[in-house]
């Protein structure tokens, strides 16, 4: 299924989804770095990393949102895709609470870190979630696919969607 959100023939939502996963993952790890060396250094990096993933966050969403609307009612995958959205939604809201546990704080508390870990625990369920619905249910795979189709940048659309497929079938006869 084509999502109407693309640039350069690319869907968005996975491209930025990148951003706040990495960066909310990397501030849960600065965490124990803090924990094991005492260094505030550290809790400052986390909670400014932390600030940044629910920015990118929030700009992933906006893009998710989109693709999760052009997905038709009554399927699997928009049932999928919901629970992947709302999931996201408590992964960002806990780690927006774990942001606000540091504000003003010289270190990181116990609280803040158990709120960090549980959204990122919840991160890898949304993510298989997101997963599903790229790799099962094919939401933002482009409808003509094909494994020897043009670079998108090539403005070439000449993909026959099945072509693989049918070449495999009489490959079998």
């Given at each position: 299924?084509?999502?109407p959100a693309r640039i350069l023939g690319h869907p968005i939502?996975?491209?930025l989804i990148v951003f706040p996963l990495?960066?909310?993952?990397t501030a849960v790890v600065f965490d124990v770095v803090f924990f094991a060396t005492d260094n505030a250094r550290w809790a400052?990096?986390?909670f400014w990393m932390i600030a940044s993933g629910l920015i990118g966050g929030a700009a992933a969403a906006v893009f998710?949102?989109?693709d999760w609307l052009s997905i038709p009612s009554h399927t699997r995958a928009k049932s999928v895709g919901m629970w992947h959205g709302l999931g996201n939604v408590v992964v960002m809201t806990l780690f927006g609470l774990s942001w606000l546990a540091r504000y003003d704080q010289l270190g990181v508390t116990t609280a803040a870190f158990l709120l960090a870990a549980s959204g990122l625990a919840l991160s890898a369920v949304t993510g298989w979630l997101g997963g599903e619905l790229v790799m099962r249910h094919g939401v933002g795979v482009d409808d003509a696919h094909d494994l020897n189709a043009p670079?998108?940048?090539?403005?070439?659309?000449?993909a026959q969607p099945n072509a693989p497929r049918r070449q495999m079938a009489q490959d079998l006869r």
């Open positions: 299924m084509r999502t939502h996975p491209i990495g960066l909310l993952s400052d990096v986390s998710g949102l989109i670079s998108s940048l090539s403005g070439g659309s000449e």
